[in-house]
């Protein structure tokens, strides 16, 4: 490595340049050789810069310009500004200073000038800083007023939930209870009169009807349980999933299950998309009114969205009684014993808590069949 | 037959490689109080301090990444950078001759991992071949990480993702580890 501190050649300006540099601690100079090695330095601010070894090497904003730099010389009256840097050590920035390097041909050399922010600069970063912390606030109070708003709209479905819930109890779990308190009059007559009416018959009634209000309150917690997130969003392999699902039904046997179209592996929470396909499924099977049957069970991807469509041959859902449905304990055949009507409203609250939408496809009138559509985001809503 | 090395010669030798260390020119990039400076500071330091003072222009320091056994020195020079310039800052003269990115978002505030999105695709078109890896910062806010809802831009598989925490440290090392690993098999100095 060439030694420091030949005596180089200067014109005039430049040692006035360093006689006055010498004395002054807002600014520096360097001068460097063609290949930027430093040979001599003036004022305080320089006084880190190891002579004898490469400017870009030893100053850290300059790192990495060596051609940028060397290629000045064939450019006349350009210069390299790196503006506003300060170099932290120790936990605290040092200066904020000016770097500036330009090509000085009549003395064959590179200077590199140091300067230190001016007051008035220093002020308005002050000033720029404040206004910045104002700026950070304000979007905070922002921010925070969103989440205020989503907390809202959360209340406002609890509530909802809230009512719907008191609904069902006082009305739909009604029908057992009262159902139980008949079958217990009858029951009580029947023990005066064994031999004409037995009482074993009441005593059935009474164990079904005990059987259905514990079913339903099965249905019931479940439901309220669905908001509920335990898991977590986890990689999911829908066609293993769909096909797990089929190989786990207990099919008729006079009934196919197709599975088509194109099932990706996405991002999402595995339960409820287990949830809505095992119960569309059942449902579809289970309101069949044949012995043989079709269902079919398709994917797409359609925008931002996985669409799923559970299609059968069955009777289908007239268009007055597709919203109903999807009601806790709703069932369109109140003779038919199978259920507790919770499965679509499951279904839905599934959806719901996802952000998936669901739509019905179906009408008796024109032709058998019923399709019941789920568009489920590849993009999951946050918890509120 | 085997060649006997002078005792000597091979000291020069080691000697000659041990100061051939690599430095890297990295930028720290984002909005206004991502974290930027809380993650230079955490890495340099091992502080965090919660106050928060806004950078003006261009901070720099300097860290030695921890070599792997046999592996060659390792120095970054961490442009830590001012959030206001956005992607005007690709017209600066700081980021010339920049090898490497890391482009930081808030976690908990979902219009900066917006902005890292772009000033990634926005890196990436300036300085192609640069390493590069967005940073979600401040995830000791979040119940659970892994939940965090993303940008499209940034749920692109293979994407170059990493979930930190100035306040605790957690991922800082690694990232910067990591980043010198790839910059070294990459041959990106």
């Known amino acids: 490595m060439r030694q420091a501190d030949d005596e180089p050649h200067r014109n005039d300006w430049l040692t006035r340049a360093f006689d006055a540099l010498g004395r002054r601690e807002y600014a520096a100079l360097v001068c460097c050789d063609s290949e930027l090695i430093a040979i001599h330095r003036e004022g305080q601010l320089a006084e880190n810069i190891s002579l004898g070894e490469s400017i870009c090497l030893t100053v850290a904003p300059l790192f990495g310009m060596e051609e940028e730099i060397k290629s000045l010389r064939l450019q006349s009256d350009s210069w390299l500004e790196i503006p506003t840097v300060a170099i932290v050590s120790n936990g605290a920035p040092t200066r904020r200073l000016n770097y500036l390097v330009l090509w000085d041909s009549p003395t064959d050399q590179f200077v590199l000038f140091l300067a230190r922010s001016l007051a008035a600069n220093d002020m308005a970063v002050e000033l720029r800083r404040e206004v910045r912390q104002r700026m950070l606030v304000e979007a905070e109070v922002a921010a925070q007023a969103l989440e205020i708003e989503a907390a809202n709209r959360v209340l406002m479905r609890v509530n909802r939930d809230l009512a719907d819930f008191a609904r069902i109890v006082s009305h739909d779990l009604k029908s057992p209870m009262r159902a139980m308190r008949y079958f217990t009059d009858d029951l009580e007559q029947s023990l005066l009169n064994p031999v004409e009416d037995d009482p074993k018959t009441h005593l059935d009634r009474l164990r079904t009807q005990s059987r259905r209000m514990s079913s339903m309150l099965t249905g019931l917690l479940s439901y309220a349980k669905l908001e509920q997130k335990g898991d977590a969003i986890a990689p999911v392999d829908t066609a293993v999933l769909v096909n797990s699902i089929v190989d786990s039904l207990h099919l008729p046997v006079s009934f196919e299950v197709y599975v088509k179209g194109n099932w990706p592996e996405i991002e999402t929470l595995e339960a409820p998309l287990d949830l809505i396909i095992r119960n569309l499924i059942e449902n579809a099977i289970k309101h069949h009114d044949r012995e043989e049957g079709v269902v079919i069970i398709s994917c797409h991807e359609e925008g931002k969205a996985l669409v799923f469509k559970v299609s059968d041959d069955g009777p289908g859902i007239a268009k007055n009684h597709q919203e109903a449905i999807f009601q806790p304990f709703v069932r369109l055949n109140e003779e038919d014993a199978r259920g507790t009507g919770m499965g679509l409203a499951l279904v839905k609250r599934a959806a719901q808590s996802v952000g998936a939408e669901l739509s019905v496809l179906s009408a008796p009138e024109n032709g058998r069949g019923c399709a019941m559509i789920v568009m489920w985001p590849r993009v999951l809503l946050t918890k509120l | ?189």
């Open chain 2, 1 to 189: 037959m085997a060649r006997v090395v002078p005792q000597s010669f091979s000291n020069f030798v080691r000697d000659w490689a041990f100061a051939v260390m690599t430095t890297c020119k990295i930028m720290l990039l984002g909005e206004m109080g991502v974290g930027k400076t809380s993650i230079a500071k955490q890495l340099v330091f091992g502080t965090f301090d919660g106050e928060y003072g806004s950078t003006i222009g261009v901070e720099i320091y300097t860290y030695d990444v921890e070599p792997p056994p046999d592996g060659d020195p390792f120095k970054f020079l961490i442009w830590d950078t001012d959030g206001s310039f956005g992607e005007s800052f690709f017209n600066l003269v700081y980021i010339r001759q920049a090898q490497a990115a890391l482009i930081v978002g808030d976690v908990t505030r979902p219009s900066t991992l917006e902005s890292a999105a772009r000033l990634t695709e926005a890196f990436a078109d300036a300085m192609p071949g640069r390493y590069f890896a967005t940073v979600l910062n401040k995830c000791d806010m979040l119940e659970d990480p892994e939940q965090l809802v993303l940008p499209e831009q940034l749920q692109m598989p293979d994407f170059p993702l990493v979930r930190t925490s100035a306040k605790t440290g957690m991922n800082i090392k690694d990232t910067f580890y990591e980043a010198a690993q790839t910059i070294t098999r990459r041959g990106l100095f």
